[in-house]
């Protein structure tokens, strides 16, 4: 039979276990989100310089 102490140690050791596996969960899930936003941003600047090169020839045209 197990003393009350080791059952306690047990115990104390299987919640360090899940606040672990929860903490490493969190901290997936903010570098996904993260990462999710910088691929948003990333899109964005990508688009925005895309129109601008689109914009260019436009403005020569009408400048001649």
Same mark, same amino acid.
């Given at each position: 039979? #197990?003393?009350?102490?080791?059952?306690?140690?047990?115990?104390?050791?299987?919640?360090?276990? #899940?606040?672990?596996?929860?903490?490493?969960?969190?901290?997936?899930? #903010?570098?996904?989100?993260?990462?999710?936003?910088?691929?948003?941003? #990333?899109?964005?600047?990508?688009?925005?310089?895309?129109?601008?090169?689109?914009?260019?020839?436009?403005?020569?045209?009408?400048?001649?």
């Amino acid at each position: 039979m #197990e003393s009350k102490d080791t059952v306690f140690a047990i115990r104390v050791d299987s919640i360090g276990r #899940e606040q672990t596996k929860i903490a490493t969960e969190l901290a997936y899930a #903010e570098v996904i989100s993260y990462n999710r936003k910088n691929l948003a941003r #990333e899109l964005q600047n990508e688009s925005r310089q895309y129109n601008r090169q689109q914009d260019r020839p436009k403005r020569r045209e009408e400048e001649i």
